[in-house]
T-cell receptor, first 110, second 113 residues
Framework: RKEVEQDPGPFNVPEGATVAFNCTYSNSASQSFFWYRQDCRKEPKLLMSVYSSGNEDGRFTAQLNRASQYISLLIRDSKLSDSATYLCAGIGDYGQNFVFGPGTRLSVLP | DAGVTQSPTHLIKTRGQQVTLRCSPKSGHDTVSWYQQALGQGPQFIFQYYEEEERQRGNFPDRFSGHQFPNYSSELNVNALLLGDSALYLC????????????FGDGTRLSIL
């Protein structure tokens, strides 16, 4: 099993829609998770850190389910500018480095 | 407040050559991690440097080596380049502890011909 897995998508949604991505992880001891946004041919940019049960920042909500070992990212009222690849990251099985999922591609359509 | 800076932006090399990529961390950060990102994939961890030592290494061959300097800047060296080394190389910095978020530079796009 890969350390961090994501649904690769793509997710094609209309403007204004609510969309949710899931990310599963294998390291049950991991305490920290992160969502990054990556635009085409650009570097990943930190969107949100998740240290406890969840985090909310405007239209973005991240939730952590430790029992099932997944974190989710919910985007409400999608904007065209939300179109990007969303990367989930957690601490690897050996507890020393970040492990990224393959990313979920989102396209918000007019 | 400068963020993470990487150089060069783009690089073209041929098989068998050697390359050195450079990274300056964000102000206040002392830990530097390097990643390789192939098209359509997530970043793959190469190694991490802290206090001028390699703290953790991913599943990359010894052709990949690095260094961290006293000012926390870092270099990634790749020897005997292969076609498969073509990728975006990302440097990320963070403040010490492993659970801190990492901040990425713009990356170096390496093409091997």
């Amino acid at each position: 099993r890969k350390e961090v897995e994501q649904d690769p998508g793509p997710f094609n949604v209309p403007e204004g829609a609510t969309v949710a991505f899931n990310c599963t992880y294998s390291n049950s001891a991991s305490q920290s998770f992160f969502w990054y946004r990556q635009d085409c041919r650009k570097e990943p940019k930190l969107l949100m850190s998740v240290y406890s049960s969840g985090n909310e920042d405007g239209r973005f909500t991240a939730q952590l389910n430790r029992a099932s070992q997944y974190i989710s990212l919910l985007i409400r009222d999608s904007k065209l500018s939300d179109s990007a690849t969303y990367l989930c990251a957690g601490i690897g099985d050996y507890g020393q480095n970040f492990v990224f999922g393959p990313g979920t591609r989102l396209s918000v359509l007019p | 407040d400068a963020g993470v800076t990487q150089s060069p932006t783009h690089l073209i090399k041929t098989r068998g050559q050697q390359v050195t990529l450079r990274c300056s961390p964000k102000s206040g950060h002392d830990t530097v991690s390097w990643y390789q990102q192939a098209l359509g994939q997530g970043p793959q961890f190469i190694f991490q440097y802290y206090e001028e030592e390699e703290r953790q290494r991913g599943n990359f061959p010894d052709r990949f080596s690095g260094h961290q300097f006293p000012n926390y800047s870092s270099e990634l060296n790749v020897n005997a380049l292969l076609l498969g080394d073509s990728a975006l190389y990302l440097c990320a910095s963070s403040a010490g502890q492993i659970n801190q978020p990492q901040h990425f530079g713009d990356g170096t796009r390496l093409s091997i011909l």
